[in-house]
């Protein structure tokens, strides 16, 4: 039977191990990983562990950002595929990306300065088409649209930011919605498909969306 004081050195010994594995396993600008992006800001980190990570040249983030355990950061379908864009993601200065996000660019998603968000975000900028049911839907055409996400805006944790998105700046996004078109800046928006529910007004403040001028 293994005594207490055993069962207490086991103890430490995993959690030191992991301390170990998520400050060495992490990704900062100086790290051999990190040389591998097309910029990597200073005092930035993607934390440990991650999930999926491939073609980190088409990938640019700025400074003083952190993305967060076992996401998942990708340009283009697989790994080692060219691009036709670069920057394919740009993740601005001072974001924070939720744990257990998705960011996965063929075309362009744009994510401004100071933008945060919830765990288990996905943001996308490709589809899947469905045309001919014939087909199945994986072998079908894949539209991309750019997606932009503007300065200081916040995206609630589980949230999908689909192709065409557009985002404003200073907006905020309910937890669990859907974003596939354009949210004005200055505004709160919910839903799936997300809806703007209210909006600021200099002359008035937060307004209803119905009542904004």
């Given at each position: 039977?293994?005594?207490?004081?055993v069962?207490?050195?086991?103890?430490?010994?995993?959690?030191a191990?992991?301390?170990?594995l998520?400050l060495?396993?992490?990704i900062?600008?100086?790290t051999?990983?990190g040389?591998?992006?097309g910029?990597?800001?200073?005092?930035s980190?993607?934390?440990?562990?991650?999930?999926?990570?491939?073609?980190?040249?088409y990938i640019?983030?700025?400074?003083?950002?952190?993305?967060?355990?076992?996401?998942?950061?990708?340009?283009?379908m697989?790994p080692?595929?060219q691009?036709?864009?670069?920057?394919?993601?740009?993740?601005?200065?001072?974001?924070?990306?939720?744990?257990?996000?998705g960011i996965?660019?063929?075309?362009?998603?744009d994510?401004?300065?100071?933008?945060?968000?919830g765990?288990?975000?996905?943001?996308?900028?490709?589809?899947?088409?469905?045309?001919?049911?014939?087909?199945?839907?994986?072998?079908?055409?894949?539209?991309?649209?750019f997606?932009e996400?503007g300065?200081?805006?916040w995206?609630g944790?589980?949230?999908?930011?689909?192709?065409?998105?557009?985002?404003?700046k200073?907006v905020?996004?309910g937890?669990?919605?859907v974003?596939?078109?354009?949210?004005?800046?200055f505004?709160?928006?919910?839903?799936?498909?997300?809806?703007?529910?209210?909006?600021y007004?200099?002359?008035?403040?937060?307004?209803?969306?119905?009542?904004?001028k």
């Open positions: 039977m293994i005594s207490a004081r069962r207490l050195y086991k103890e430490r010994l995993a959690h191990a992991w301390s170990w998520s060495h396993g992490s900062g600008p100086e051999s990983r040389r591998r992006f910029s990597f800001g200073q005092n980190i993607i934390c440990f562990p991650q999930t999926t990570i491939f073609n980190e040249q640019h983030i700025g400074d003083n950002t952190m993305i967060g355990s076992h996401v998942a950061l990708s340009a283009g697989i080692g595929q691009c036709l864009t670069n920057p394919v993601v740009r993740i601005g200065d001072r974001c924070l990306i939720g744990r257990g996000s996965v660019g063929h075309l362009g998603i994510i401004g300065h100071d933008v945060w968000t765990h288990h975000v996905y943001i996308t900028d490709q589809n899947h088409g469905y045309e001919n049911v014939d087909l199945p839907i994986s072998m079908q055409t894949q539209p991309e649209k997606v996400i300065d200081g805006s995206i944790a589980g949230s999908v930011i689909l192709p065409g998105a557009r985002i404003g200073h905020a996004i937890a669990n919605s974003v596939n078109g354009e949210i004005p800046d505004s709160v928006a919910v839903g799936s498909p997300a809806k703007v529910i209210k909006r007004s200099e002359k008035s403040g937060w307004v209803p969306a119905d009542e904004f």
